[in-house]
């Protein structure tokens, strides 16, 4: 579905990226995890078409979408959903999630799209007409996954999502992962949590100073004794 083939990314004279490379299957929930500024979030904006790569390709289905414009990328069915929610506060949460449909595809079925977030995120709908900057930060997390969704993504990248919430939310967060998953959307987790990334995702992605370490099954990446050390203080 979505193959990257030893990516490299610069910005400047500063190299980020050192031929980097991952498979993302259909239905499958792939993490990518490492330590901050590890090339996470870099590897993610360069898919999202948001940093241009220098060498290497991207393709999704065999088709090149290597340095396609942010908005190529979303039509092709990539959406981001990014680092520190990016919510517009002042704006309702109907408001917030229908800025989500808008792709001619998306929009056409905006309608269906809320009774679906809604039906996974039923906590949102007594919240639909109130400021997003009245809700809480697990709420806002929501309210950000859920204006991903009405993008009616194939796949859709979650960008640290459990980062400034307070434990039990994070478990809800990954929860929740795994309900969209079960819905047939294939999912590319980024995060620092490693530990709840490799629980819910099937295979994973170790990046370490821009480059892919260690990959493989999750559950067996959990077990490895380096990654247990250097990531999980065990």
Do not use: C
Request: proline fraction near 4%; charged fraction near 20%; hydrophobic fraction near 45%.
């Amino acid at each position: 579905m979505l193959n990257v083939e030893n990516i490299d990314v610069f910005y400047g004279d500063l190299q980020t990226l050192w031929g980097v490379s991952l498979t993302v299957n259909p239905g499958e929930v792939v993490a990518l995890v490492g330590a901050n500024a590890a090339g996470k979030s870099t590897t993610i904006k360069a898919i999202s078409g948001l940093v241009r790569v220098q060498a290497g390709s991207i393709r999704l289905d065999g088709q090149d979408i290597t340095n396609r414009s942010p908005d190529e990328i979303v039509a092709a069915g990539i959406v981001q959903v990014p680092e520190g929610r990016r919510l517009f506060g002042t704006m309702t949460v109907r408001e917030n999630l229908e800025l989500g449909a808008y792709t001619p595809r998306a929009r056409a079925r905006m309608k269906e799209s809320l009774g679906e977030v809604l039906a996974l995120l039923p906590e949102l709908e007594s919240k639909l007409d109130s400021p997003a900057m009245a809700l809480s930060g697990g709420q806002q997390q929501m309210v950000a996954i859920g204006r991903g969704l009405m993008a009616r993504p194939r796949i859709l990248i979650l960008d640290e999502m459990s980062l400034g919430l307070a434990p039990i939310l994070v478990n809800r967060m990954f929860g929740l992962v795994r309900a969209v998953a079960d819905q047939g959307i294939t999912i590319l987790l980024v995060e620092q949590n490693v530990r709840q990334a490799l629980a819910v995702a099937d295979r994973a992605y170790v990046l370490e100073n821009g480059r892919v370490v260690m990959h493989g099954p999750a559950a067996e990446l959990a077990e490895d004794d380096h990654l247990r050390k250097a990531y999980l203080g065990m």
